[in-house]
């Protein structure tokens, strides 16, 4: 027998130091090399860290919701032999998955219900998966919870490269059944006192109530509102979705369109992509879009890098590649960072606009409303168009109002001269 010390890694080279979130095995367990161990938080990204080799899971060295420094001994594992993976020829996936395929793009992470077959009762509880299946399953965008539930044809119910490239493929042919999404764990109660529960803040949420505090304190904030006629994109959506999402495995929002014009308005007017240090303007030469993704407990700003160099596709692949790692905790702290201005969307939610505060260091942050018809007047006849509210925070020690305002038009000419004529 010997012992393998499980560190705290670095997650990029500005990380110091990470937290535990959550354990995924207990003291005692069982643990598979490549099989998920704990969930770390960083001031840059979430991520779920794999067990480097297999065995038993011996001690807990930090607990949850501890914060210790990278190369720390967080944990021991127990394995056979002289502590090297020596298991790993045990766990090698079966002849035909040695070789990785080529995959498909990521699917989308949708609003709508996330899909799964019935479980099968004689489903392992604690299954291995070998590093191409979960390959496959990220890249497809095959949550942990869906692999779960996917029948497995191999050892001892085991999944194969072939049960989940079939699973896809039901998948995307309708031929899964949908089950409703799970409702986000309700907040666990420290304490109850005269009709209050006191709830403590998670490791995500305490960063994000930091990071803004910080940028109100940082920015003196002002908002501008308008509105857009959608309907060149409406149109050019729905002619092209289907053909689209049967080509890209994924479905074609209105976020890379918003990308889009927020690119083109960042070229005319190249101060809304700068920052500020002390008292210089940093003018930055490349732009790197952040798009907000929503998760279950918080909020993440992935970044498209050097967005202004990607055609609409490119736009498109890139924001479903970095929601689908967003919500599998498979962001590195590369993709959380160098961003120079931000897209917000509560119009997911159905709200018609927000006021969103600015993402430091950047001096700007747009929020996307929900598109819906309404009637408008249009040469003083009314007509029934799709609209959306368009909402700009930015920083009044550099950006006054009059570029806050020429910029967010100009996002608005963009979004309502949309070339139809063009291939995605």
Same mark, same amino acid.
């Given at each position: 027998?010997?012992?393998?010390?499980?560190?705290?890694?670095?997650?990029?080279?500005?990380?110091?130091?990470?937290?535990?979130?959550?354990?995924?095995?207990? @003291?005692?367990?069982?643990?598979?090399?490549? #099989?998920?161990?704990? =969930?770390?938080?960083?001031?840059?990204?979430?991520? #779920?860290?794999?067990?480097?080799?297999?065995?038993?899971?011996?001690?807990?060295?930090? &607990?949850?919701?501890?914060?210790? &420094?990278?190369?720390?001994?967080?944990?021991?594992?127990?394995?056979?032999?002289?502590?090297?993976?020596?298991?790993?020829?045990?766990?090698?996936?079966? $002849?035909?998955?040695?070789?990785?395929?080529?995959?498909? =793009?990521?699917?989308?992470?949708?609003?709508?219900?996330?899909?799964?077959?019935?479980?099968?009762?004689?489903?392992?509880?604690?299954?291995?998966?070998?590093?191409?299946?979960?390959?496959? *399953?990220?890249?497809?965008?095959?949550?942990? $919870?869906?692999?779960?539930?996917?029948?497995?044809?191999?050892?001892?119910?085991?999944?194969?490269?072939?049960?989940?490239?079939?699973?896809?493929?039901?998948?995307?042919?309708?031929?899964? &059944?949908?089950?409703?999404?799970?409702?986000? $764990? *309700?907040?666990?109660?420290?304490?109850?006192?005269?009709?209050?529960?006191?709830?403590?803040?998670?490791?995500?949420?305490?960063?994000?109530?930091?990071?803004?505090?910080?940028?109100?304190?940082?920015?003196?904030?002002?908002?501008?509102?308008? #509105?857009?006629?959608?309907?060149?994109?409406?149109?050019?959506?729905?002619?092209?979705?289907?053909?689209?999402?049967?080509?890209?495995?994924?479905?074609?929002?209105?976020?890379?369109?918003?990308?889009?014009?927020?690119?083109?308005?960042?070229?005319?007017?190249?101060?809304?992509?700068?920052?500020?240090? +002390?008292?210089?303007?940093? %003018?930055?030469?490349?732009?790197? @879009? +952040?798009?907000?993704? $929503?998760?279950?407990?918080? /909020?993440?700003?992935?970044?498209?890098?050097?967005?202004?160099?990607?055609?609409?596709?490119?736009?498109?692949?890139?924001?479903?590649?970095?929601?689908?790692?967003?919500?599998?905790?498979?962001?590195?702290? &590369?993709?959380?960072?160098?961003?120079?201005?931000?897209?917000?969307?509560?119009?997911?939610?159905?709200? /018609?606009?927000?006021?969103?505060?600015?993402?430091?260091?950047?001096?700007?942050?747009?929020?996307?409303?929900?598109?819906?018809?309404?009637?408008?007047?249009?040469?003083?006849?009314? *007509?029934?168009?799709? %609209?959306?509210?368009?909402?700009?925070?930015?920083?009044?020690?550099?950006?006054?109002? *009059? /570029?806050? +305002?020429?910029?967010?038009?100009?996002?608005? =000419?963009?979004? #309502?001269?949309?070339?139809?004529?063009?291939?995605?």
């Amino acid at each position: 027998m010997a012992t393998v010390e499980v560190v705290m890694p670095q997650m990029g080279e500005s990380i110091a130091e990470g937290t535990v979130v959550k354990w995924h095995k207990k @003291i005692g367990d069982q643990v598979q090399k490549d #099989e998920t161990l704990l =969930e770390i938080s960083t001031d840059k990204v979430d991520s #779920e860290i794999p067990s480097p080799t297999s065995g038993t899971l011996k001690k807990i060295l930090v &607990e949850e919701n501890e914060t210790v &420094e990278v190369q720390t001994v967080i944990a021991h594992i127990e394995t056979e032999g002289n502590g090297e993976v020596q298991q790993e020829a045990q766990q090698e996936a079966p $002849a035909e998955e040695k070789e990785p395929e080529p995959v498909e =793009e990521a699917a989308e992470p949708k609003s709508e219900p996330s899909a799964a077959p019935a479980p099968k009762e004689d489903k392992p509880k604690d299954r291995f998966y070998s590093p191409l299946v979960l390959n496959i *399953a990220r890249k497809e965008n095959v949550s942990m $919870a869906e692999l779960e539930n996917v029948p497995g044809s191999g050892a001892g119910g085991r999944v194969t490269k072939k049960d989940i490239l079939k699973y896809i493929e039901d998948k995307k042919a309708g031929k899964v &059944e949908e089950r409703p999404a799970p409702e986000p $764990a *309700a907040p666990q109660v420290e304490v109850s006192r005269d009709g209050v529960d006191v709830v403590a803040m998670d490791t995500m949420r305490k960063k994000i109530a930091d990071h803004m505090v910080q940028s109100v304190k940082t920015s003196p904030h002002v908002s501008s509102v308008t #509105e857009a006629d959608m309907s060149r994109i409406y149109a050019f959506r729905e002619k092209h979705k289907g053909t689209f999402e049967k080509r890209e495995g994924f479905k074609l929002t209105y976020t890379p369109f918003m990308v889009d014009a927020v690119i083109k308005a960042l070229k005319k007017y190249p101060m809304i992509n700068a920052s500020i240090e +002390g008292d210089k303007i940093l %003018m930055k030469k490349y732009i790197n @879009i +952040g798009v907000a993704v $929503a998760l279950e407990n918080g /909020l993440i700003v992935p970044v498209i890098k050097n967005a202004d160099e990607k055609n609409l596709t490119g736009i498109a692949r890139a924001v479903n590649d970095l929601a689908v790692r967003a919500r599998n905790k498979k962001l590195n702290p &590369e993709d959380v960072q160098g961003g120079t201005f931000t897209i917000t969307n509560p119009g997911i939610f159905g709200n /018609l606009w927000g006021t969103p505060i600015i993402n430091q260091p950047q001096l700007a942050i747009l929020g996307v409303g929900a598109i819906k018809k309404r009637p408008v007047v249009v040469d003083d006849m009314i *007509a029934i168009k799709p %609209m959306v509210y368009i909402s700009m925070s930015y920083d009044h020690r550099l950006i006054d109002g *009059a /570029l806050g +305002g020429m910029f967010l038009q100009n996002v608005v =000419e963009n979004l #309502e001269n949309f070339d139809v004529k063009q291939n995605i």
